[in-house]
């Protein structure tokens, strides 16, 4: 199986940066996609970002110039690095895994920004 932990998120002020973590129960290195969504009480789980093996980013157009993910295989590690952060920011952020055609998600960690 295939397990995620989620890790980084807390309360900032508007302007304000967090860092999540995302640590993956096996090795990313073969893994293709990998990525974060976020989900706000009421609302539809979004694609905020993702990377693929070959580095290649993709980033929803909110988080444009204020996100970046990046992988440590190593590590076995997604990241989140989060600066500019904006009220509407303030959801639940799930990292999300793709292997063989299956999606595999965390618990999520909380991210809530103040005005």
């Known amino acids: 199986q295939v397990q995620l932990v989620e890790s980084g998120g807390g309360l900032v002020q508007a302007g304000g940066s967090l860092r999540l973590s995302c640590t993956v129960s096996?090795?990313?290195?073969?893994?293709?996609?990998l990525g974060w969504y976020r989900q706000a009480p009421g609302k539809q789980r979004e694609l905020v970002a993702r990377i693929t093996s070959g580095i290649d980013t993709y980033y929803t157009d909110s988080a444009k110039g204020r996100f970046t993910i990046s992988r440590d295989n190593a590590k076995n590690t997604v990241y989140l690095q989060m600066n500019s952060l904006k009220p509407e920011d303030t959801a639940v952020y799930y990292c999300?895994?793709?292997?063989?055609?299956?999606?595999?998600w965390g618990q999520g960690t909380q991210v809530t920004v103040s005005s």
């Open positions: 999300n895994v793709v292997v063989a055609g299956l999606g595999y």
């Open positions: 096996r090795s990313i290195f073969s893994i293709n996609i």
